[in-house]
């Protein structure tokens, strides 16, 4: 049953809710409840008047209004204090009805009109009178209500299988009643709207069967059965119109629409109600309108978003190793002239003094200068640190820790590391070369050369500040090789010359459909003609420019062997690209060229019809040749005749096809003849 | 047609390769690189043609494994299309921290999850992606209908995690790419798809966070239905030659990833392209023949119309229609070249296994359309005749021992098996084992279901009644199909699909498939359309076979949704079997169970050893 399915419960539903939010407050706590508006059976309500902050007046004004309104639901409700008054209130009603209904059966109550059966008065009053909400009518259509749900059955047995009893079951009796009565005032029209499952699927719209003089015909466009028994005479529950068995045998599940509309809508919830349609609303439903629906989600806004914040983060980044870096040349090619000045004295002393500065790579005895450009706090501990911090290989006697002197982490330098050597010492002279625009000082400018020339300039770098510094330099500086660029000179120049073709295919492909514009289309061809000549053409010069030709194989030139997969797929772009256009345009040309000379045969033959007439002479001999080739006919027939009686078939066919030849002549004779024949 | 994997495939064509108009991906360079990983070449490979990439400006194709030696083509735009493995991912990081080419559309063949997508994001320090997608593509387009599952790592035996987690993202991607969010009923006696299918569920579930699954069946009244089923409970199909086109193909030389080889050339089976094979694919043989005649007789006549000698009396104008018709006629000629080739290799085959007679005879046998005591003299004369081949006569003997249950004819079939004078190379000790075992692995499965449905032929004729009943709309064909003595066996799947596609229909008596399905809801499922969903009707089922698929299920299926349009099915498997194949599969359970019993001896032994030696 619909009721126990629907678990799951929209607070803010509406009116329709109060069914469902007071079966949830008998099982869970009185709290959650809303607090008002709602009104309980006797056991419950007194524990909530208690409680509820509201006053209890309004509480009784609200429980007739939700008595009146659950006259409507009375089915789903089962037996609480204030149902029972209402359903005996709803039998009493009904009796009533059951009353009146025996006194006036057959004929319309409003118009009058006399009806065969009750169920046509049913569908009757549904289609004629639908909108009245005339209280009178009310109640004439509340008595044929039994009968209508018999109807249903009868229709689930049509053909139907056993599992459209859902229909039935899930939109039980009662329902006419509530129906009906929601005609009666605006506000319970609304509430029939929001009670989306329960409303009942309309039947206004249903088309009438004919009477019984004149029947109607099954409405699928190819069908065109009378309706009657036999066939099945079945209304679709969308469209209304009515079908025969084979075309009505679907299943699609209906709601009506939330927004008060009064066609049944397709439902895709569990909501709806199964119902019966024809072919063409089944295969309207949007998802087999829709077809296979292969699905990609796009998903490069969110990386892109993704992306902005770690490029933000790695330009920051970018920004201090620059500037660690601008520190570094200058400390460096200082302290290095320094030393260089000193060495003449005591550079031996003074490199057993420092015991391998930075430019021998040391492993200890590291400058505090040089620790402090990559800040004392970024520069790691020896003493923590087991793995090294990029490819996280642990460091061993072999495996030596180093410092990376623009981001003070401990890294390897191990040549099979993750990413190949973590760290390595540059020249100095290297880096400088890419980045001369920075902001040195004035010491390093001034001295440019001598420290771009020093190859005792060196420090020890890791990979990510390697990157990190030639960042811009990358960006800006693209290894371009000469042949590549010409290839791909005259690729781009071929893919224009293709665009173009395909353009003009298009719009030539179109003239030639539309067959209106005959110059245009003229020179279009023409222009066509030579766009393809071109393409041929420098195809050719392409093949001849990278090819070799041996033994009539095509082979890449050994100079060009490095990029040998890469013309051998663009020639064969080409050459496939050209073939196909050029069969695209004969075809088209063949279609043009013929309805010219359809053209010129019309004026040939508007030439020819002008016939000279016939002399006499020819009159007579073209009479004589017609007689015998009439009497030849004739001979033949009655041979046909005479085989099929003794059965030789074989021959037969023969004879049949020598009839035909003889029949084709004797009619250009005629023509010829024209109003000299017989 | 809401289930159509050629649509899939094309959709995804455009995608991946046709520049969308207006853009500025589309304004710059239009040539570009596909980069490619393991998995996404063979889906690449079986969807499309080069021709087709070459079309559309693809000019180069390469490996995401080696961008090491990529050549710097900043000229190029490059389209990545990776399944979001680690390794693979892994190689495109590498790729963006050097790019060699001038910008990056980034597709994935299955969902990526965040982690993913933050590394990529942080590698991208160039900024040269312009597009990240998501096509859900983790699986082989066979035909329009059939699809498997693209796993490298094979798992014949048991349980093996990753494998099912694989299986499942497999699964995942192809809900994903039809856009279902399904209802699951499996088998419940199979551990293996008790997994698979909470794994599934997991998966939809908690997808469902990410929005993935939501709204999926929006615009459809009823949910989709993925069936999952294991092989096991059908040992049989597999074991039944089979008599259609692609069927014989695999059975007698063997496809893979819809390639055959004949005589040492690649010859490709693919329907979109090969229009004489989507319409042969599913014939009998007769009717194959008949077809494959008339299709030269067409081309003789097309050749003949045009040939160079009529050319000499007709005019300049008609040698021109000719020479542009020339390309077509190439194609026509070395197509039907091709179906020659292969339909004489079947033919060949098919003499040279004594075919006619052992495929009827295994028809006979399993639909037992003899009396047994017959039935077992013809099936001695094959056993004692020496040109038979051993598996052939293997294959007999089992379906023999699985209809009757005669302990004594099955030991005189072995002896025979056994006799080097009737059996050139005589039943090897696994063989041997298969045939006294196979009804005991098998057998809670199968007595319940081929018995109890096909005790006497009566129960064959109710049940083909139900077959033509059900699918009323035109019935010509299935009955033209049943006098056919070598294709009397219907596969077990077809009782199921009855079963499920109308469920009322059975429930009191003879209940034709035997099983029982459980049946899991997704809570978006459950949400949209109640919980007891799963007792309406149905409309879009999905397939799956554990253990592998047949052409010829394949084929049922192809032909159960031309008689009912109502119901759109497609159908898959982690492999495609013939008997040949399914045979190794079984050797090997054979193998393994009884392994497995001696196994616990020598282990204790080892131990006790050393123990010893300490």
């Known amino acids: ?678 | 047609m809401t289930l159509n994997l050629s649509k899939v495939s094309e959709t995804y064509f455009q995608k991946l390769f046709v520049p969308k108009r207006g853009t500025d991906i589309s304004a710059e360079a239009k040539s570009s690189v596909l980069v490619l990983d393991q998995f996404t070449t063979s889906i690449i490979s079986m969807c499309y043609t080069q021709t087709q990439l070459l079309q559309n400006n693809i000019i180069l194709i390469e490996l995401i494994d080696n961008t090491r030696s990529f050549n710097n083509m900043k000229h190029l735009n490059c389209v990545v299309y990776i399944k979001p493995t680690k390794e693979s991912i892994q190689s495109l990081v590498n790729e963006l921290s050097n790019p060699h080419f001038k910008s990056y559309q980034l597709f994935f063949n299955n969902t990526i999850n965040k982690s993913q997508l933050e590394r990529i994001a942080e590698a991208d320090e160039f900024e040269v992606i312009n597009q990240v997608v998501e096509l859900f593509q983790d699986y082989l387009i066979i035909n329009k209908n059939l699809f498997t599952t693209n796993n490298t790592i094979n798992t014949t035996n048991n349980i093996n995690n990753n494998a099912i987690i694989e299986e499942s993202n497999s699964l995942i991607s192809l809900l994903l790419s039809l856009k279902k969010c399904p209802i699951i009923k499996y088998e419940p006696n199979s551990i293996e798809l008790k997994r698979l299918s909470s794994e599934i569920l997991y998966n939809i579930n908690s997808n469902s966070n990410n929005n993935l699954f939501d709204d999926l069946n929006k615009g459809s009244d009823r949910p989709p239905v993925l069936l999952l089923l294991d092989r096991k409970s059908d040992p049989i199909t597999p074991l039944i030659s089979p008599w259609t086109y692609q069927s014989m193909i695999h059975e007698y030389i063997g496809i893979k990833k819809n390639i055959t080889e004949v005589s040492s050339e690649q010859l490709i089976l693919d329907e979109i392209q090969d229009k004489f094979f989507l319409e042969s694919m599913y014939l009998n043989y007769g009717d194959l023949t008949d077809k494959f005649q008339r299709y030269v007789e067409h081309y003789k006549k097309e050749t003949k119309q045009t040939s160079i000698e009529n050319l000499q009396t007709q005019n300049l104008n008609d040698l021109k229609k000719m020479l542009t018709k020339f390309p077509e006629f190439k194609k026509l000629s070395s197509n039907i070249l091709k179906h020659l080739n292969i339909i004489t290799e079947i033919d060949k085959e098919i003499t040279n296994q004594n075919m006619w007679d052992i495929g009827e005879l295994q028809q006979t046998i399993i639909c037992e359309l003899d009396n047994q005591q017959t039935i077992k003299t013809r099936l001695i004369d094959l056993l004692d005749n020496l040109k038979v081949s051993t598996i052939n006569k293997v294959k007999l003997v089992l379906l023999y021992s699985v209809r009757f249950h005669n302990t004594n004819d099955i030991s005189l079939f072995t002896a025979k098996l056994n006799d080097p004078s009737k059996t050139s190379p005589i039943i090897t000790v696994t063989q041997n084992s298969l045939i006294k075992k196979f009804n005991a692995l098998f057998n809670s499965k199968i007595t319940t279901s081929q018995i109890s449905g096909d005790n006497n032929n009566l129960g064959i004729f109710n049940k083909k009644i139900n077959f033509t009943s059900l699918f009323n709309n035109n019935n010509n064909n299935n009955n033209q199909r049943n006098d056919n003595v070598y294709l009397q066996y219907v596969p077990k799947l077809n009782d199921i699909l009855i079963d499920l596609i109308n469920p009322n229909q059975d429930n009191n008596h003879n209940n034709g498939a035997g099983i029982t399905l459980s049946t899991l809801v997704p809570d978006i499922v459950a949400n949209q359309y109640g919980r007891n969903v799963q007792h309406e009707p149905v409309q879009d089922i999905i397939i799956y076979i554990k253990g592998g698929v047949t052409y010829e299920e394949a084929r049922l299926i192809h032909e159960l949704s031309i008689s009912n349009k109502k119901i759109n099915l497609i159908i898959g498997g982690d492999s495609i079997l013939n008997s040949s194949s399914w045979l190794n599969n079984l050797y090997d359970l054979v193998n393994d169970s009884s392994t497995s019993d001696i196994t616990s001896d020598p282990a204790e032994e080892r131990r006790k050893q050393l123990r010893d030696l300490l």
């Open chain 1, 1 to 678: 049953m619909a009721y126990g399915a629907s678990t799951t419960i929209d607070q803010s539903g509406g009116s329709n809710s109060k069914q469902k939010l007071k079966s949830k407050r008998v099982l869970g706590s009185p709290f959650k409840s809303p607090g008002i508006k709602l009104t309980e059976s006797s056991t419950v309500t007194k524990d909530d008047t208690l409680k509820s902050p509201t006053p209890p007046t309004r509480t009784n004004t609200n429980t007739t209004d939700s008595e009146t309104s659950s006259i409507h639901d009375a089915r789903a409700v089962p037996n609480s204090v204030p149902m029972e008054t209402s359903s005996s209130l709803n039998q009493t009603q009904s009796s009533n009805h059951a009353s009146s209904n025996q006194k006036q059966i057959i004929t319309c109550p409003i118009c009058n009109e006399e009806m065969v059966s009750l169920y046509q008065l049913n569908q009757h009053i549904d289609d004629t009178h639908s909108s009245d909400s005339n209280t009178s009518a009310e109640i004439k259509r509340i008595s044929p209500k039994k009968k209508s749900i018999k109807m249903d059955l009868f229709d689930n047995n049509k053909g139907f299988s056993l599992s459209d009893v859902s229909e039935s079951s899930v939109t039980p009796p009662p329902q006419t009643i509530s129906r009906n009565g929601n005609n009666n005032s605006p506000a319970h029209h609304i509430q029939h709207h929001h009670s989306g499952p329960k409303s009942r699927i309309t039947r206004s719209h249903w088309k009438q069967q004919s009477t019984l003089t004149t029947s109607s015909i099954c409405s699928f466009p190819t069908c065109n059965k009378t309706l009657n028994i036999k066939n099945g005479i079945t209304n679709c529950r969308k469209c209304g119109l009515l079908f025969c068995n084979e075309h009505s045998a679907y299943k699609i599940k209906l709601i009506m629409p939330l927004d008060g509309g009064n066609l049944p809508i397709y439902d895709s919830t569990g909501e709806g109600t199964w119902c019966k349609s024809c072919q063409t609303c089944y295969y309207d439903k949007p998802d087999l309108k829709q077809g296979t629906a292969a699905w990609s989600r796009d998903l490069t806004s969110q990386f892109k978003q993704k992306r902005q914040e770690s490029s933000d983060e790695s330009s920051l980044n970018r920004n201090k190793i620059q500037k660690r870096f601008i520190k570094l040349t200058n400390y460096l090619a200082e302290s290095n002239t320094k030393k260089s000045t000193q060495s003449f004295v005591s550079a031996a002393v003074a490199d057993w003094w420092k015991n391998g500065t930075s430019n021998r790579g040391g492993v200890s005895n590291i400058d505090e200068a040089e620790k402090e450009i990559s800040g004392l706090d970024n520069w790691q501990d020896d003493t923590g640190i087991s793995n090294c911090s990029i490819c996280f290989v642990k460091f061993s006697l072999l495996l030596r820790k180093h410092h990376c002197r623009l981001c003070g982490k401990i890294v390897c330098d191990d040549p099979y590391g993750y990413r190949k050597s973590c760290s390595i010492v540059v020249p100095l002279s290297n880096l400088l070369q890419r980045l001369s625009n920075l902001n040195y000082s004035k010491y390093v400018k001034s001295n440019w050369e001598t420290t771009l020339n020093d190859e005792n300039l060196k420090f020890r770098c890791c990979v990510d500040c390697k990157n990190a510094l030639l960042y811009d330099w990358k960006l800006n500086h693209v290894s371009t090789n000469s042949d590549e660029e010409l290839i791909f000179n005259t690729y781009e120049l071929k893919l224009i010359q293709k665009h173009q073709i395909e353009i003009l295919l298009q719009k030539y492909e179109q003239l030639v459909r539309a067959n209106n514009n005959v110059e245009e289309e003229i020179k279009v061809g023409n222009k066509l003609v030579i766009q393809l000549k071109e393409f041929e053409q420098s195809t050719i010069q392409f093949r001849d420019k990278y090819f070799n030709v041996e033994d009539g194989k095509l082979n890449v030139k050994i100079v060009y062997e490095t990029y040998k997969r890469l013309i051998m797929n663009i020639h064969q772009t080409f050459v496939i690209f050209l073939q196909d256009s050029i069969i695209q345009y004969k075809q088209l040309n063949d279609i043009h060229r013929d309805r010219e000379e359809a053209k010129l045969k019309e004026v040939e033959q508007k030439k020819q019809e002008q016939v000279p007439s016939l002399s006499k002479k020819q009159i007579r001999e073209l009479r004589e040749q017609l007689m015998v080739m009439n009497e030849q006919k004739f001979m033949v027939e009655s041979l046909i005749q005479e085989y099929t009686k003794a059965r030789r078939f074989d021959e037969l066919q023969a004879l049949i096809e020598n009839k035909k030849e003889l029949a084709e002549v004797i009619d250009k004779l005629e023509l010829q003849l024209g109003e000299f024949g017989f």
